[in-house]
Every structure is written in structure tokens, then in C-alpha cells.
């Protein structure tokens, strides 16, 4: 029987590769480090759990199920799933194209291995056809990196029209998928050979724990991924595991939740004379809003406003009393942080200039409060 993604997210306990004797709900933690082959004769034999443990197979199943890949490595953070990329499939001298509004923790690990691997690092407007393929074209590229939407710029970047282009000069193409999340957008389908992800976000839901994925389109690069986990100690641990998988049957109510709180705040932002511009791919004045809805089922619920000033998006941000100042997003609770301050604060002010972020800027990720305590919030905030 076909069955929608969201009802399979549900059944936990169907990811897992050993049936429960049970019929538990949830697939159980094997939470061990080695495992005695002289007491295993199934068809898959387990050693130890840096390489290969049961629970973790049942979250690597479920990921490549969800983003229709071939295989996935669950990583221990999401920056390790992003790190795990580079470790693959970059060699020394190897050239990235990288879209140039990306996180910030994606930003200093590319400057590493610039600086420690000799990695050639071009950074780019993706939104460019010719412009991508002009770098393409002149150059040696390995992998082509990109999020959609990028973080902080939520610009949406055609991952179809990229992973084109990449195909056409033999480029990896992988998506940072860590914002629209699997129940949103599949980027796998769109052409890209890796999707990857932060699952301390939204996939988790709950702000409890921090971890990553990386789903291979096809065997052979599920297979270096899994080869490279194994020998750079990637992987993540069983209760992480656990944690992580609580929050998957509620993530497609979660995200039209954070939908829709986000745009009722983006729309109520926008009207206040405090406020210089709203960045949200929701609104029908975003430049690509109707690339952003083709896309992606669910838009996320984070966005950027621009404050009349650097002062006054300060004052704000301590005066609220619902919205913390916390980085990262995709929690219940509703969040409030200036870019340049926290989650970008490695790039340096011209840098974040040339994606249109300034020190005014301030990022919301709103959570699942009801909305009209966070206008409250907001309101009594600025007076
Ligand atoms: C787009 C994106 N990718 C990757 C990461 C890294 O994830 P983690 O913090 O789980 O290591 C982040 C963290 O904020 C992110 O925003």
C-alpha cells in the first residue's frame, strides 16, 4: 500500500532493520559500545557503534527514506554533517563553489580548509545562472554548496537550475537543507547528490539536543559517506539518536505551525514605522516568493527585519519578554538575535553587506506560542 510520508514518520518503529519482539512503538536505544559477533546470525552483524549501531540505522533509514536517497550517515552535529561533505569528497587543492550567504559555522570551516588543505573557495550569487556558470566553466569544481533558503538572507535559490549546471561540468551538488527541512523540500529530487542537515532545528523540534544528517543520492557516495564517518568519527550516539526522533511524527504539524505564526508576525512587523524592510519568503513582496512556494511545501518560520538602527534593534531585543536572544532556530519557543552578533559573527561586516545583512538586522525564528501574545510581546517591547 502507497503510503504519505507523513504517515510512515509516524511509525517509528518501522525504520528499525531489527523487528521488536514486542511490537514496541519506537524503535529501542542500543546504547553500547561494541556488540559480540559470536552472538549474532542475522543477515547484518554489528561490531561497533562508531561504525554501525541498530538505532542509529533506524534514523539513517528513515532520513533516506524521507529525502529519497540511497543511504545517510546521522551525524553528532550539524556542522559534523557539513564537515563529513568536505571530508568526502574534497582532496587537497580541490575547488568549492559555495553560495556566499551561508551560515556562519559553514563560512569558518570553509575558511579552514582554505587556509589548513589549500581548498580553493569561490564564493557566489546563486541566484545567477550566467554568473554560476561562468565560474563553472573557468574553473575546477568538485562541489557546488548551497542552503535554500540561505541563512541569514533567506534567499531561495532554484536547486533545480543549479543542480543542472553542476551536472554539466561534473560537479557535486549538495543542499544544506537544514531551514525547509525534508517534510518541505527534497532536494535529492531536484537533482543534488547530498542533502544535509542540522537536525537541532526543526527536525528535533525541541531545542533538547544538537545533531546532523547527510543523505547520498546513490550507493556509492552513501558508501563514502558511511566510510568517512567511520574513519573521522562522525557518527552520532544512540540517546542523540533518540532525542532526535521524538520530535519527527510532529514535524509537518510543527513547520505549518511556524508558518503561519511567522507570517502573521512578518506582516504585523511590517507596518511599524521602527522597521525598515521585512524579509520573509511567505509575503508576496519577497523577490521569490513564487519560486519559495513552488519549492518548498511549508515556507519556514524565520525571517529578517531591518530596524530604523543598530540602537534600536538592540533596545528591542532586550526589552522583550517572550523572545529570547538566542542563536539557532526551529524550537518552540520564539527567538530574536542580531546576525552579525552571534550566528554570523564570522564574517566580517563588509561580508555580510554584500548579502544585504547590516549590524541592524535582526533574525526572528518564531516557535509555537500563540501569536497574538507574541505581537504582545513585541508591542510592549518598543514602547
Ligand atoms: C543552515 C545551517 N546549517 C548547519 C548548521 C550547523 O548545525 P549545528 O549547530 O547543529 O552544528 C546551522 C546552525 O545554525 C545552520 O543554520
Not at 98 to 106: I, K, L, P, Q, S
Not at 274 to 288: C, N, R, S, T, Y
Amino acid at each position: 500500500m502507497k503510503k504519505h510520508i507523513e504517515t510512515k514518520l509516524s511509525h517509528l518503529q518501522d525504520f528499525a532493520t531489527i523487528q521488536d519482539p514486542y511490537g514496541a512503538s519506537h524503535f529501542p536505544i542500543y546504547n553500547t559500545g561494541t556488540f559480540d559477533l559470536k552472538k549474532q546470525d542475522g543477515e547484518k552483524i554489528y561490531d561497533y557503534t562508531r561504525s554501525d549501531n541498530p538505532t542509529r540505522e533506524a534514523l539513517e533509514n528513515l532520513f533516506t527514506e524521507a529525502e529519497n536517497g540511497a543511504g545517510c550517515v546521522c551525524t553528532h552535529t550539524g556542522i559534523a554533517a557539513v564537515a563529513l561533505l568536505f571530508e568526502t569528497v574534497l582532496k587537497a587543492n580541490s575547488e568549492v563553489l559555495v553560495e556566499a550567504d551561508c551560515y556562519g559555522g559553514t563560512f569558518r570551516l570553509l575558511k579552514i580548509f582554505q587556509g589548513k588543505y589549500n581548498i580553493k573557495v569561490h564564493f557566489a550569487d546563486f541566484q545567477s545562472e550566467p554568473g554560476l556558470e561562468n565560474i563553472l566553466k573557468n574553473n575546477k569544481i568538485d562541489l557546488v554548496l548551497c542552503e535554500s533558503p540561505t541563512n541569514p538572507g533567506l534567499k531561495i535559490i532554484d536547486l533545480g537550475m543549479v543542480s543542472v549546471i553542476a551536472k554539466k561540468y561534473n560537479a557535486l551538488f549538495a543542499v544544506d537543507n537544514s531551514l525547509a527541512t525534508f517534510i518541505s523540500q527534497r532536494p535529492l529530487d531536484l537533482g543534488a547528490d547530498f542533502s544535509l542537515f542540522s537536525t537541532t532545528k526543526y527536525i528535533s523540534g525541541h531545542g533538547s539536543v544538537v545533531a546532523g544528517a547527510i543523505v547520498a543520492k546513490t550507493e556509492e557516495l552513501a558508501k563514502e559517506i558511511h566510510y568517512y564517518a567511520n574513519a573521522h568519527g562522525r557518527s552520532q550516539n544512540p540517546m542523540d539518536v533518540f532525542l532526535i526522533s521524538l520530535g519527527i511524527p510532529t514535524l509537518k504539524i510543527r513547520m505549518r505551525e511556524h508558518q503561519d505564526n511567522s507570517i502573521k508576525i512578518a506582516k504585523f512587523l511590517k507596518k511599524q514605522s521602527f522597521i525598515k524592510a521585512v524579509l520573509h519568503p511567505g509575503l508576496e513582496d519577497h523577490p521569490q516568493h513564487r519560486l519559495a512556494t513552488y519549492q518548498m511545501d511549508f515556507i519556514p518560520g524565520v525571517f529578517c527585519a531591518e530596524f530604523i538602527n543598530k540602537e534600536f534593534a538592540e533596545k528591542f531585543i532586550e526589552n522583550t519578554k517572550i523572545f529570547g536572544e538566542k542563536c539557532s532556530f526551529g524550537s518552540p519557543d520564539s527567538r530574536v538575535e542580531i546576525p552579525a552578533k552571534i550566528s554570523h559573527a564570522t564574517f566580517s561586516e563588509e561580508e555580510l553587506a554584500a548579502i544585504g545583512i547590516t549590524p541592524s538586522t535582526v533574525r526572528f525564528s518564531i516557535g509555537l506560542e500563540n501569536v497574538d501574545d507574541l505581537i504582545d510581546d513585541i508591542k510592549q517591547a518598543i514602547k
